[in-house]
């Protein structure tokens, strides 16, 4: 609550101050709108777009949902990110003529605009009074599960207030930022400041800069740019391949120097995942929800994969269900934990793609029209809409992408390849995925496919031969993986500078001291390209699991707009 607080009084305070500063989203457009009854015409539901304002009648400043009506809205490419605290303002009231309150209300959030999930469930309020000009309240979207928002549902749940006007009226939605660029807007208020007037109250600054700090104390690990080994856990086991990170970065899984499976997080450290007695020769924690509080992946006795489901309320459960007599392995699993997507194996040994929920259970995808052979489902997008792998046909393997709406559609090869290539990684919205084609011998090439422009071949940074995609942020633009040459390196493609090997990008852009690691597999990427984690050989020569932190560009700005600003002050 505090730092909600504290960030919407920063933005009064500097909206007064510079008008031609910003802070937070608004809804951008109406996507949806289904009114209620009754609901008031004279207050158009557009009225809730763009940021909160007054007036002295309602139904200028308030759009009218009415009883048990339901509006989808667009926050626009930016969305809204699941930080801590607070997420979201609702934005009631704006009118001086009446006393204010609002009716219950349900908040849904989506990816896509198609798979909704339930954020909040909101309370009517009592009377606010005496009059207010605006009346916020607070959401946080986390009970969602997922990282980032761009649409979002909100449903008049019919609660009756006893006011004359029956329904939902709402001023404005605003997603609140992250504190990096709360900052970066105070700064670049600092700078307004001393273009506007030569000498400025050393109050003023005082307080800009106190506010500031109380900013700064929120801001997150993935603000500062760091890297670390993960470790040993209790038990004296190394963490050594990481398989997955959570699509908010908080929680990373896979297994260990002695065959076991691990999550770990910053709170809470390793925990250590059993095999409900199985005498296992491996276990791998291949999926995280966004909570941690699931992990899917699978383990291998007596020479059968089984996969499993581990909650610490339950521990391990075995997926028996998922089998075709052979055994089966769950690669993936959407950020609120209900969608897995993974392969089963019939009793002859041929696998085939699936996609699991508990309310309709075994569902087989990636099925090709004249593929007969079987497949293999490998990732799942965070908001669970989107499975990826190959589907077979004797010596040929293709990448598919299936969604409910498209089914099962083959991605495709890149030109050169010799009609195989397999689709390693999704984005959390569905939009993208990444994989690599097989050319010949020891030659693979990473790839990048989208809808609109198909696949194309990533490159690597020395002409290596051999590339593989594993990861891929949100909107796509951040991709990990690795190439190999005479030695694998972890790999990092974006749009502006193509293929670079992640060492040398934490070192030279970040300045954090590596020496002595080698970063040889870049396993996966949270949805905001921030937190990345793969597997290295340590200064010891021992393979370790590791992390890394690289901040938004805001911050990097926010650290050269303050130098500058001290430079100048010096100088003046």
């Keep these: 609550m505090r730092d909600a607080v504290l960030r919407v009084t920063v933005g009064l305070v500097l909206a007064a101050l510079f008008p031609e500063l910003s802070l937070g989203s608004y809804a951008q457009s109406v996507v949806e709108f289904i009114p209620g009854d009754p609901y008031f015409p004279d207050a158009p539901i557009e009225n809730i777009l763009g940021a909160p304002d007054t007036a002295p009648g309602w139904t200028s400043v308030q759009g009218s949902i009415g ?8 926050m626009g490419a930016e969305g809204v990110r699941d930080l801590p605290g607070n997420d979201l303002i609702f934005w009631f009231g704006g009118f001086s003529d009446a006393r204010e309150i609002f009716e219950g209300f ?40 997922l990282p980032y928002a761009r649409y979002l549902r909100i449903t008049d749940l ?23 660029a709360i900052m970066l807007l105070m700064l670049g208020g600092l700078v307004v400041l001393q273009r506007r007037a030569r000498r400025v109250g050393v109050m003023v600054i005082a307080a800009v800069v106190g506010v500031l700090l109380l900013s700064a104390a929120s801001v997150r690990a993935a603000d500062i740019p760091s890297f670390q080994g993960l470790g040993r856990l209790p038990n004296g086991e190394l963490a050594m391949e990481p398989r997955s990170v ?66 610490p309320q339950q521990g391990t459960e075995f997926l028996e269900s998922l089998s075709d007599g052979g055994g089966s392995t769950a690669a993936g699993l959407s950020a609120d934990g209900r969608v897995v ?85 999704v984005s959390p919205d569905g939009g993208v995925v990444v994989g690599y084609c097989h050319h010949g011998p020891n030659e693979e090439e990473a790839f990048k496919w989208t809808i609109d422009g198909g696949m194309v071949g990533l490159g690597t940074p020395g002409g290596e031969q051999e590339s593989y995609a594993y990861g891929v942020s949100q909107d796509g633009s951040i991709i990990v993986g690795e190439a190999r ?6 790999v990092i493609w974006d749009n502006t500078h193509g293929a670079r090997y992640l060492k040398q990008v934490l070192s030279d852009e970040y300045g954090l001291d590596l020496a002595g690691w080698g970063l040889e597999r870049a396993y996966a990427i949270s949805a905001d390209g921030r937190v990345i984690v793969g597997r290295g ?9 590791w992390i890394a932190y690289i901040p938004e560009p ?10 500058l600003a001290v430079m100048r002050r010096r100088r003046g």
Excluded: C
């Design 67 to 74: 009883n048990l009506g339901v509006v989808v809205v667009d």
């Design 106 to 145: 349900r908040v849904e959030a989506s990816i896509d605009g198609a798979a909704f999930f339930l954020a909040a469930d909101v309370p009517p309020s009592a009377d606010i009074w005496p009059p207010v000009p605006l009346t916020p309240v607070y959401v946080e979207m986390g009970q969602s599960g």
């Design 158 to 180: 019919g609660t009756d207030t006893g006011h004359v006007h029956a329904g939902l009226e709402l001023n404005a939605i605003e997603g609140l930022p992250e504190p990096s």
């Design 246 to 311: 959570s699509s908010n970065g908080d929680f990373v899984v896979g297994q260990t120097s002695g065959g076991n499976s691990f999550r770990w997080s910053t709170s809470d450290g390793f925990v250590l995942l059993g095999d409900s007695g199985h005498t296992s020769i491996n276990t791998y924690a291949e999926g995280v929800s966004a909570d941690g509080g699931v992990v899917v992946g699978s383990v291998t006795s007596a020479g059968k994969q089984d996969a499993f489901r581990w909650t």
């Design 341 to 425: 997507v993974g392969t089963s194996y019939s009793s002859s040994g041929a696998g085939q793609a699936f996609r699991y929920t508990p309310e309709s259970g075994r569902q087989t995808i990636g099925s090709l029209p004249g593929w007969e052979s079987g497949g293999a489902g490998l990732a799942v997008s965070a908001d669970g809409s989107t499975g990826v792998g190959f589907s077979s046909n004797g010596d040929d393997r293709q990448a598919f992408r299936w969604t409910e709406t498209t089914g099962t559609i083959g991605l495709g090869w890149l030109p050169t390849s010799v009609l195989q290539s397999t689709a390693l990684g």
């Design 485 to 490: 040459g005479l030695t694998p390196q972890s």
């Design 537 to 545: 050989a340590n200064p010891a020569g021992q393979s370790e699991a």
């Design 554 to 563: 805001a911050t990097l700005l926010l650290l050269a707009i303050g130098g």
